[in-house]
């Protein structure tokens, strides 16, 4: 099982460019399954979970095949800043199967995504109850409520949720989300695409991950109205065309890098992503003590930091346009140096301080209460052995430990695969001591 292995101190300097966005790319692949044309899906990033959801995809019929291949890797064209350009092709002219098997389904949540593709296209889905990451329950049940909101019958039969369509397929619906689920509101947002009628889907996530399906689909022929609001509004139409679409930056790995240069020092530039994405993570950021500039018509983010004391910094997680729980991990690795008191109070899953006890084995002094960690800094970090638990928690090891005295090994990085692309090569390239250990 591969490892990281960091000598921390150094400080970063040079240029990334960031890569296309995990949470974005997975159910923009989902969505090639509504249509029986070609989607073509650019920038697209080579990473574990998008290679399991390919073998899902695949296993329903959709064809995928990669576009410019004549670059320096297997995967795709090297470009500047360590940037690997991929682009697929995606057809699916007749699907196959609708069953989603436990197999694949049970190691990543997403794969529950195909439910709404696959009843609205086919009338029948049956789909394994899924797995993925111990962050905290992420029940089905918003999913689920939705398509039965559009005319669906679910049953729960031996582990597989089996869908099934009224006759003529689903009808529009008012579809309101008793909590806000990024997943249930872009299953729901697929699965409305193709039935008839006009849905309103309220409460509904607003990340910009929610916008980009809207523009593929709006591109497919969907009637959408409203994505990146509360109130998304789906005027369904008979079929779906194909189309050409690229997929978003990747604001969370945007967001680690900016974490990144507050520990370590130094200064990044950071292209192909926008701050208008991560507004309160840059605001936090800034207000600790980081140089943060949008440039090339906010295109590129430059990030500088003199290893001046960091202000402390108290947080509270919360749905799109508030702080991300899924930078929650990286800025409480920062927040161990920062000159004081700091809190971080987690609202969206409750079982996401596993990092706590592997960021304390490394010296930092943090203390949790119910749903708020207590960080109280500054601190010297030390070189250790640390083990990941987490995508996201992987990741602000890896962050910890480049600012942290000493050698620190990072186990069970195969969470950091899940959504990081080739993160110790880019931080080689800005001056890292980082390298994998097979």
Known sequence: MDKLRIIGGRPLHGQLTVGGAKNAALPLLCAALLSDQPVTLGNVPYLADVTTIAKLLMQHGMHLSLLDTGGTNLFGEKE???FYSR???LHTPEITSITAPYDLVRTMRASVLVLGPLLAREGRAKVSLPGGCAIGSRPVDLHLKAMEAL???ITLEEGYVIATAPRGGLKGGEIHFEKISVGATENALMAASLASGTSVLSNAACEPEIEDLARMLRAMGARIEGAGTPTITVRGVSSLNGCAHEVIADRIETGTY???V???GGELSLHRTRADTLIPVIAVLKTMGLHIEEREGGQMIYVRHDGSPLAPADI?????PGFPTDMQAQLMSVLT???GVSSISETIFENRFMHVPELARMGADISISGHTATITGPVKLKGAPVMAT???ASVAMVIAALAAEGETIVSRIYHLDRGYERLEEKLSMCGANITRVK
């Open 390 to 392: 987490d995508l996201r």
């Open 316 to 320: 509270v997680t919360e749905a799109h």
């Open 151 to 153: 005319g669906a019958t």
């Open 258 to 260: 900016l974490c990144a």
């Open 80 to 82: 500047a800043h360590g």
């Open 87 to 89: 682009r697929l092709l």
């Open 262 to 264: 507050a520990l370590a």
């Open 337 to 339: 140096h920062a000159d």
